[in-house]
């Protein structure tokens, strides 16, 4: 079945430092790939997407690119800042037989940006 | 703002009771999508809904029930509660599921405590 396997943490940084995170995925087709972000108290937020191989998905200064040779979606960002601090979470998405497509959801893992 | 509401943002009951949470999905988003986010689960993927029609269940235990209405807000029940059921349920929309490329949009979460 489909599966996401996210980069455990937690990832501490200090500000304007490179952030990696990684993400790998099992998939039976061909999914989508997300990366939500959920700040402290807060609900999901989509930050970025890619649809479809060799797609980068980039937002707010996060990238990531669908690399189908390696199954993976790692989340990258050059500098981070202090209100980055969040949890990320990096899932997939897959049309399925039923016509469902519901999110598949890694473990999560939290960034905390310090001064 | 993701434009998907959900209410009650706290609720706060004691075991073997039922409760009642409500999402209303963005103007438009004929899809309703419910999740789960707990300590040991993760986010998982309980059941969705298209355009008042069940499309898919995910791992949504007997004692939890949905629908969604002609006005297209939909609730979700959850009867018996066990102290396990403790977690932050979270409703999606979507315009409507195609091939899995349509993103998610996130409510705020309802968070339910079961004393």
């Known amino acids: 079945g489909d599966s996401v396997t996210q980069m455990e943490g937690p990832v501490t940084l200090s500000e304007e430092a490179f952030l990696t995170i990684n993400c790998t995925y099992t998939?039976?087709?061909?999914?989508?790939l997300f990366w939500y972000v959920q700040y402290p108290g807060e609900g999901l937020q989509l930050l970025l997407k890619?649809?479809?191989?060799?797609d980068k998905g980039s937002n707010k200064g996060f990238e990531a690119t669908y690399r189908k040779e390696t199954t993976s979606f790692h989340l990258e960002k050059g500098s981070v800042q202090v209100s980055d601090s969040a949890v990320y979470f990096c899932?997939?998405?897959?049309?399925?037989?039923?016509?469902?497509?519901?999110?598949?959801f890694g473990t999560g893992t939290r960034l905390t940006v310090i001064p | 703002d993701s434009g998907v509401t959900q209410t009650p943002k706290h609720l706060i009951t004691a075991t073997g009771q039922r409760v009642t949470l409500r999402c209303s999905p963005r103007?438009?988003?004929?899809?309703v999508y419910w999740y789960q986010q707990s300590l040991d689960q993760g986010l998982q993927f309980l059941i969705q809904?298209?355009?008042?029609?069940?499309?898919a269940k995910g791992n949504i235990l007997e004692r939890f029930s949905a629908q969604q209405f002609p006005d297209l807000h939909s609730e979700l029940n959850l009867s018996s509660l066990e102290l396990g059921d403790s977690a932050l349920y979270f409703c999606?929309?979507?315009?409507?599921?195609?091939?899995?490329?349509?993103?998610?949009?996130f409510g705020p979460g309802t968070r339910l405590l079961v004393l």
């Open positions: 890619a649809t479809k191989a060799d």
């Open positions: 998939a039976t087709g061909y999914p989508s």
């Open positions: 103007s438009g988003d004929l899809s």
């Open positions: 809904y298209y355009n008042g029609e069940e499309r």
């Open positions: 899932a997939l998405s897959e049309w399925g037989q039923t016509g469902a497509n519901n999110l598949f």
């Open positions: 999606a929309s979507s315009v409507r599921p195609t091939g899995g490329q349509e993103t998610q949009y």
